[in-house]
Nanobody
Framework: VQLQASGGGLVQAGGSLRLSCAAS????????MGWYRQAPGKQRESVAI???????EYADSVKGRFTTSRDNDNNIVYLQMNSLKPEDTAIYYC??????????WGQGTQVTVSS
């Protein structure tokens, strides 16, 4: 599985962005997908997880503002980010994993929120 994240950019506080993560491979449907972010000087943290089957989970800091979804027909997972805050500034990564299989990371896309 190869992951290609896109959609980052510079936005003012209160604005919105939609990130996309396109996955190659025929077994996308069986993978759990997640969005993570890493701000300068901080550890990478989980933002949102959308399992292959199950309930989507969000970090408390983004609940009510971010929404993740997946298009299994086109092997894409999305992260809609609304009401962005300067503290959302980070490199955002997508991740794919499934029990018994390797873990895959995308290359990251920069999100910068200005105040």
């Amino acid at each position: 599985v190869q992951l290609q994240a896109s959609g980052g950019g510079l936005v003012q506080a209160g604005g919105s962005l939609r990130l996309s993560c396109a996955a190659s491979g025929r077994i996308f449907n069986s993978y759990n997908m997640g969005w993570y972010r890493q701000a300068p000087g901080k550890q990478r943290e989980s933002v949102a997880i959308i399992p292959s089957g199950g309930v989507t989970e969000y970090a408390d800091s983004v609940k009510g503002r971010f929404t993740t979804s997946r298009d299994n027909d086109n092997n894409i997972v999305y992260l809609q980010m609304n009401s962005l805050k300067p503290e959302d500034t980070a490199i955002y990564y997508c991740k794919a994993w499934s029990r018994g299989r390797p873990v895959y990371w995308g290359q990251g896309t920069q999100v910068t929120v200005s105040s």
